[in-house]
């Protein structure tokens, strides 16, 4: 019975084996499940994570969508808004230039108000001085004649002529006295006249202040370039109102003493016309010029200052009467070196320029016939004192009368040289005015005629200084006749018939219609 008990229990235990065998290989089969399905739920799960991650991205990205939008929309106004104002900066900046442009012009009129009141001031004063002096010499007349009428009134030997005499000379007085009161009349009329002007000139220089303030910034950069421009106009018309009184002095009866000035009086004449043409020029450079060079300009004003100074100076001795031709002749000589120096520097070559330098060079070369004629006149009165101090001696009277023709045959060829030059003058500013200049090609001509002209007129100085040694006694053993036959005598027929013929070439040349257009170009830098 155990037996069987034991072949139950093992053939239960051997069924029980087998189904072990099967549970066991399905248990491996669900353990391989498992594991599969653990690595499908990892996988599944990294999937997951992958997917909440990319939705927090896609709401961070749609965030920043969003903000980005916003400045989208913030930026879109702000151009909105800039365009806006760069309209309205345009329409400011077009205001702004017109505005500028309508300041300047009335700058421009400001200026040409104050020049005119000034010019009109001046010669005002002057008619003033002159009507001043014009009343003294009346008054004194008036005192003369009253004490002559006492005198006549206390006599009791009148006779009938001198009866006559007395009436006539009364009414002369009476005559007197009604000019008196008519030019006193006069002079209070330009008094009242010269205050006018300067209330006038007062209130534009008042009008021209208030403007500066409302011109740009801009303006600040060529102020002292139109300062040296006007500085320029200032030295111009102190050189011109000089050369007045030199000229008048030179036209007065020369003295044939050894004091008389009339050859310093001749080349101070000189040098101030070329510094007021120097200046005309430089006025007539500055009203074409680009505004690049009439920024650098600015420098020219320091340059200036010392040549003001200087003129100022003279102008102020002028008014005392006790300006000294030579002296001032010398100390001319190193502002004109400064001046030549700017005009080097600055002025450029142009066909404008060029004919403001040949008009310029004329009127050297009529300044300087004008200067021999008046050193032949000198030398010849000189001449003439000469023949009347040696009327004792055994000069011969033949030769005093030949020098004194031929100094009459030299100043009436002067005088027809330098009315040769006035035509040339003319016809030059004919040329301007019909925006003409002469070809450049014919500055060589202007050089040489200039040079004739000038050495002419220094040997005439010379003869005039060394007449002056002969008549003050430094040479008394020169005679008329010595000096006839001098060389510095004998060389001025020569070079005045030289220079004559070099100024009709140069009339000759003005007539010629082959010149040169330079309107467009001066028009264009003045729009500029």
Not at 35 to 46: F, G, L, P, R, V
Not at 74 to 91: G, I, M, W
Not at 394 to 421: C, G, M, N, P, Y
Request: proline fraction near 2%.
């Amino acid at each position: 019975e155990q037996e069987a008990d034991l072949k139950g229990q093992i053939t239960e235990l051997e069924k029980d084996l087998q189904h072990l065998e099967g549970v066991q290989e399905q248990y491996m089969q669900t353990q391989k499940a498992l594991a599969d399905s653990e690595y499908t739920i990892s996988n599944i799960k990294k999937q997951l994570d992958a997917t909440l991650g990319a939705e927090e991205m896609l709401e961070e990205l749609t965030d920043k969508n969003l903000a980005l939008n916003e400045q989208i929309e913030s930026l879109k106004a702000n151009v909105e808004e800039l365009e806006s104002l760069k309209e309205l900066n345009d329409e400011l900046e077009i205001n702004h230039t017109e505005n500028a442009k309508q300041m300047q012009e009335e700058i421009d009129y400001g200026e040409a108000v104050i020049a005119e009141q000034a010019r009109i001031s001046s010669s005002q004063g002057q008619t003033i001085q002159d009507l001043e002096y014009t009343v003294t010499r009346f008054r004194d007349l008036v005192r003369n004649m009253q004490s002559d009428l006492e005198d006549m009134r206390v006599s009791q030997q009148l006779t009938e002529a001198e009866a006559n005499d007395l009436n006539s000379r009364s009414r002369a007085m009476m005559d007197l006295n009604m000019r008196l009161q008519a030019s006193a009349s006069k002079a209070q009329v330009k008094a009242i006249d010269v205050e006018l002007g300067k209330l006038d000139a007062q209130e534009s220089a008042e009008h021209l202040t208030i403007i500066q303030h409302f011109l740009p910034e801009s303006f600040k950069t060529e102020q002292n370039s139109v300062r040296a421009m006007l500085c320029f106009k200032r030295i111009g018309f102190k050189s011109n109102l000089l050369l007045g009184y030199v000229k008048e002095k030179t036209t007065e009866q020369p003295s044939s003493g050894p004091e008389s000035g009339i050859v310093a009086c001749c080349e101070l004449m000189e040098q101030l016309t070329w510094v007021s043409a120097t200046c005309k020029r430089f006025d007539s450079y500055v009203s074409t010029c680009s505004l690049e060079a009439f920024v650098r300009l600015e420098g020219i004003l320091f340059d200036l200052e010392p040549v003001e100074r200087a003129f100022n100076g003279w102008v102020g001795a002028l008014k005392r009467k006790e300006l000294k031709e030579d002296q001032c002749a010398l100390e001319l000589q190193r502002s004109i070196a400064v001046i030549a120096h700017l005009v080097e520097l600055h002025i450029t070559e142009g066909t404008e320029h060029f004919a403001d330098d040949v008009y310029m060079r004329t009127l050297l070369m009529q300044s300087q016939m004008e200067s021999a004629a008046a050193a032949l006149s000198y030398s010849k009165a000189i001449a003439a004192g000469r023949k009347r101090t040696s009327d004792t001696e055994d000069e011969s009277d033949a030769d005093s009368h030949a020098l004194l023709e031929k100094f009459d045959l030299l100043i009436t060829q002067t005088r027809s040289a330098k009315v040769v030059a006035s035509k040339t003058i003319r016809q030059l500013e004919d040329l301007r005015s019909r925006s003409l200049v002469l070809d450049p090609s014919t500055l060589p001509t202007f050089e040489q005629s200039q040079s004739s002209v000038s050495d002419f007129a220094q040997s005439t100085k010379a003869v005039g200084l060394r007449l002056r040694g002969v008549l003050s006694g430094e040479s008394p053993s020169t005679t008329l006749s010595t000096i006839i036959s001098s060389s510095d005598f004998s060389v001025l027929s020569p070079k005045l018939q030289s220079a004559f013929a070099q100024l009709q070439s140069l009339f000759a040349l003005t007539n010629i219609t082959q010149v040169d257009f330079f309107t467009m170009e001066a028009s264009s830098r003045k729009a500029a």
